[in-house]
């Protein structure tokens, strides 16, 4: 590699290599230490292109989330199955994998700045600003960003725009999907937000069972699927449709509760 090559966004490879080979290392007790990360699907990510992939998930943490699936993916492409175990995998990881985020929460601090510079994708929220509900036209340059990444790489997306679920998805993930037509590759993820702070930061519980499942790509019709199909079949994907709310009985709940406790380690 030389030593000042760059990618498509003017960031130094030699320099972003050894930012996720540090910051890789610095968390990786977070999912194999402190608490367990289980995962279903590695597989998936070994027969994907080199470009023109979107990742779809849902989203618990800020930060937490999209780093365990920087773990995960370079993981899964040095051929361990469903594990992080032995970090060799941060020694040659994928430079090219981006994720999309708000541009007001990557320059809030020194270490949001760092992971900005290891891959994100930084936009102007039309939703939300500073704390207050807005309301605002896309930027055509955060729409030229995205594509871009996946014209160079991987894309990871949070279409729900928020950590709290069952939110609604943002039907700019739809348009960019219909658009550019990307492989669709779903990801749901379970017990990040009961490890970490909101901002997926600093450990707020240890003995945590996560879990990450990668499902096959999605099966989309671009040129004849409307957007509402498609909000719809990404709500299914990552299981953030309204029908997988439901009343749980207390018997199942008490069930639930023993089972966490089996699955401590």
Known sequence: MSLFKKNPFGHILFLKLWLIRIMGTLTHRRYRGFNELQIEGSDVIRNLPDTNVLFISNHQTYFADVVAMFHVFNASLSGRDDNIKNIGYL????????????????KSGLLPKIMAYAGSISIDRTWRAGGQEVQRQVKMSDITSIKKALEDGWVITFPQGTTTPFKPIRKGTAHIIKHYKPIVVPIVIDGFRRSFDKK???????NILQTMEIKQPLNIDYENETIDQIVEKIEFAIEQHPSFLKVIPQQELLEKEELNKLRKW
Request: net charge positive; proline share 4%; glycine share 4%.
């Open 200 to 206: 997926g930061l600093r450990v707020k519980k240890k």
């Open 91 to 106: 020694w040659k990881p994928k430079l090219n994998i981006y994720y999309v985020a708000a541009r007001e929460t990557m």
